[in-house]
């Protein structure tokens, strides 16, 4: 095997390389752009180069760049993670004609699946079943228009050269396909430099199911079973497990083996996906991925083996490690992204720094991937994942508890997560049951995404008590350092002389403000909730308070950044902010009709003008952030008093994009 390893990645994906790789002895090299300088995976290899500017285009998509990197370091191969350039046919190529080792396909292999239309055609001959619809290079409006009236609506726009859900579009009417199909080309020519789509039939209870297939280059080719990743919004993964609810073992050697023609066809060697789309007895072939998957873990908790590894060693012109008769399948295992977005905000993305980051403890049945720490920030540039977490046991039902139990262990301060709405996924009893399929966020997503209610009385008492703690911790400290550290005017408790023994703690949750009286009594608080009067002792340490609230043992962890707690319990995180009453004017100030940017981003559309009339919930610009649209629509009707900005032009976070008169 060749002795040093460059890997052209970032974050999460180069980090769980450079484990394998340094587990098998190989001196690792990291490739860096400015914004990731003091990134995790730089720090998890043995060298690092920086490769340029924050941009990917700039730095991360730069063939020549990774290549001199790879000369200056004398890396003998290179590991090209999941995503960025790993299914580029001209940096394989690039690589070989350096003489340096591409962990991957042939560069045949990643051209032949790399066009989702040719990817097709390739498989109808093979004999692989096909979803029916329109895969032809004529990309003329009015062609893709006919061939989707052909197929019959719902059909599904999808982007040629894509994959992650970028460039893809349902449509459930003719007169929708027009600026559905604009859309589905601005993302696509946007996030893969190709704005070529195909159109298929949308199935409408469909299930994901994809087939993990390594080849070597002896002849050799294997399935490593299957994974259901059916849970999914805006097309793109939610929740991955393996194997697949109800799967038998007929449907999984049929689906493997179809898997493996699809392989061969391309003389593949490496990992790869092979995607199918399922609805009822059928299965169809939807694309093949070219490369290592961002769920392989599931794979490889059920089943003991390393993929990196596998890899590894294929590249370095081994032998697969077993044959198909002695890959094992071993329990079950699920995996979910902690995200960076907002559920209650239709998922958007946010950026921010993690002022607080909490995980499960590792063991051999929870598994964390992350390329972040506490005290990182996360950017506009690159996808928001914070980490994945992958959980095994010995069968679905006990994989989903234990899932739901790892996601009560996440604790994230700083931006929005994603973390609660996992939970609830996996304590859903349809998710339980194994009622799967690409719809399910549709039917369900009341449920894994509650209306917000106001924070219960629990909660507030306890982040009550955290700020109570933090108060008389300061007073302590300060009284440690005067003249009299014994005075009782020192005191670090709420009583004074000729005092009620009473103050009162002002928070605002979300819209409603809450006033908190706390009674000091000698033993204990006494607070008078929204509820009621409660009484309350404390104890914990550090970010923890265990109380006892009217007898019953609470306890939660509680975070302070600044003002803002973020209470940590059994119902989820809850963000308080605790109110200074002599700020509470700008606290309350409104923003009228002014809509704001949600994020920095590109306007790709603006809709209206000044004097507009609109109506609620109709759409007024589309910006462009992390690689997705994120359409901003009226809150309210009114009359468009000012547009701030042009299609095409860049806005900051918290821009003004859009007025409505008053």
Same mark, same amino acid.
């Given at each position: 095997m ?5 890997i ?9 390389? #450079?484990?394998? %790789? @340094? $587990?098998? /002895? ?5 490739v860096?752009s400015?914004?990731?300088? =003091?990134?995790r995976?730089?720090r998890a290899c043995?060298e690092?180069?920086?490769?340029g ?7 991360y998509?730069?063939?020549?760049r ?7 370091s ?16 001209e ?8 003489g340096?080792?591409?962990?991957g ?13 040719a990817?097709?055609a390739?498989?109808?001959k093979?004999g692989?079943?096909l ?5 032809g ?7 893709? #228009?006919?061939e %989707? @009236? $052909?197929i /019959?609506?719902p059909?599904l ?7 992650? =859900?970028?460039g ?5 009417r ?5 600026a559905?199909l604009?859309s589905?080309?601005?993302e696509?020519?946007?996030s893969?430099g ?6 298929e ?11 993990q ?5 002896h002849g ?17 993964k ?16 049929e ?5 493996v023609a ?8 490496g ?5 199918f789309?399922?609805e009822?007895e059928?299965?169809y072939?939807?694309e093949?991925?070219?490369r290592l998957?961002v ?12 993929l990196v ?19 094992p ?8 992204r902690?995200?960076a977005?907002?559920?209650?905000k239709?998922f958007l993305?946010q950026?921010?720094?993690?002022h607080?980051?909490?995980f ?7 598994r ?6 506490q ?27 234990r ?5 009560a ?10 973390a609660?709405f996992?939970?609830?996924l ?8 194994g ?8 039917r ?6 509650p209306a917000e ?7 507030l ?6 700020r109570?703690?933090a108060?008389e ?6 009284a440690a350092?005067?003249?009299?550290p014994y ?8 009583w004074?002389?000729s005092?009620?023994?009473?103050s009162?703690l002002?928070?605002k949750d979300?819209e409603?403000d ?5 009674h000091?009594e000698?033993?204990r608080?006494r607070?008078d909730l ?5 009484v309350?002792t404390?104890?914990?340490?550090g ?8 007898g ?11 003002d803002e ?8 995180p809850?963000?308080l902010l605790f109110?200074?009453p ?8 409104g923003?009228?009709?002014?809509l704001t ?7 790709v559309q ?7 009339r609109?109506?609620k ?20 009707a ?7 900005y042009?299609?095409?032009?860049q ?7 859009v007025?409505?008169?008053?």
């Amino acid at each position: 095997m060749f002795k040093s390893l460059l890997i052209a990645n970032r974050g999460e994906i180069a980090c769980r390389v #450079a484990r394998t %790789a @340094k $587990r098998l /002895g190989l001196r690792t090299v990291a490739v860096y752009s400015e914004a990731d300088r =003091g990134a995790r995976h730089v720090r998890a290899c043995d060298e690092a180069y920086p490769i340029g500017p924050a941009p990917a285009r700039e730095s991360y998509l730069r063939i020549d760049r990774i290549l001199e990197a790879a000369k200056k370091s004398g890396a003998e191969a290179i590991h090209p993670g999941y995503g960025f350039l790993s299914e580029n046919a001209e940096f394989a190529e690039a690589c070989a004609a350096a003489g340096i080792v591409f962990v991957g396909p042939p560069a045949s292999a990643i051209r032949a699946m790399g066009s989702k239309s040719a990817a097709k055609a390739l498989m109808e001959k093979t004999g692989v079943p096909l979803v029916p619809g329109y895969h032809g290079d004529d990309q003329a409006e009015a062609m893709l #228009a006919g061939e %989707a @009236k $052909r197929i /019959g609506f719902p059909v599904l726009i999808k982007a040629s050269a894509g994959g992650g =859900g970028k460039g893809m579009r349902i449509v459930d009417r003719e007169g929708d396909f027009a600026a559905a199909l604009a859309s589905a080309k601005r993302e696509a020519s946007s996030s893969f430099g190709d704005d070529r789509v195909l159109v298929e039939k949308y199935l409408t209870r469909p299930r994901h199911i994809e087939i993990q297939v390594f080849a070597d280059g002896h002849g050799n080719a294997v399935y490593l079973h299957e994974r259901d990743c059916s849970i999914q919004r805006r097309h793109q993964k939610v929740l991955e497990e393996a194997p697949a609810p109800g799967m038998t073992p007929a449907r999984r050697k049929e689906m493997g083996e179809a898997a493996v023609a699809a392989a061969r066809a391309v003389g593949y060697r490496g990992a790869g996906t092979v995607e199918f789309i399922a609805e009822g007895e059928r299965f169809y072939f939807m694309e093949m991925n070219t490369r290592l998957q961002v769920e392989h873990p599931v794979t490889e908790m059920i089943t003991g083996q390393d993929l990196v590894e596998w890899q590894l060693r294929v590249a370095s012109g081994e032998a697969l490690p077993l044959t198909q008769e002695r890959i094992p399948l071993d329990g079950h295992a699920m995996e979910v992204r902690l995200y960076a977005e907002d559920p209650a905000k239709d998922f958007l993305p946010q950026t921010g720094t993690l002022h607080h980051l909490r995980f499960p403890d590792a063991s051999e049945q929870v598994r964390i991937d992350t390329g972040v720490g506490q005290g990182d920030t996360i950017g506009i540039h690159y996808d928001p994942m914070i980490a994945k977490i992958i959980v095994h046991a010995a069968d679905r039902e006990a994989c989903a508890r234990r899932l739901a139990q790892a996601m009560a262990g996440v604790e994230v301060v700083g931006l929005a997560t994603n973390a609660a709405f996992l939970k609830r996924l996996a304590e859903h009893p349809a998710f339980v049951k194994g009622e799967v399929d690409t719809g399910f966020l549709g039917r369900h997503g009341a449920d894994v995404i509650p209306a917000e209610a106001p924070a219960s009385d629990r909660v507030l008492a306890l982040a009550t008590l955290a700020r109570l703690r933090a108060i008389e911790t300061d007073r302590a400290k300060r009284a440690a350092r005067s003249s009299d550290p014994y005075s009782p005017w020192a005191t670090s408790r709420g009583w004074r002389f000729s005092d009620d023994g009473l103050s009162r703690l002002q928070w605002k949750d979300g819209e409603r403000d809450v006033a908190i009286a706390v009674h000091f009594e000698p033993t204990r608080y006494r607070l008078d909730l929204p509820g009621g009067s409660t009484v309350a002792t404390m104890g914990g340490s550090g970010h923890t308070i265990a109380a006892v609230l009217d007898g019953v043992a609470a306890s939660a962890n509680v975070v302070f950044v600044g003002d803002e707690a973020t209470v940590f319990d059994a119902d989820g995180p809850r963000r308080l902010l605790f109110v200074d009453p002599t700020r509470r004017a700008g606290l309350d100030a409104g923003a009228g009709g002014r809509l704001t940017a949600p994020m920095p981003g590109k306007l790709v559309q603006v809709f209206v003008k000044k004097g507009d009339r609109v109506e609620k919930g109709q759409p007024l610009v589309v910006l462009e952030a992390m690689k997705m649209e994120h359409t901003v629509k009226a809150p309210r009707a009114g009359i468009i008093a000012a547009v701030g900005y042009a299609a095409g032009e860049q806005v900051e976070d918290g821009a003004s994009l859009v007025e409505l008169e008053e």
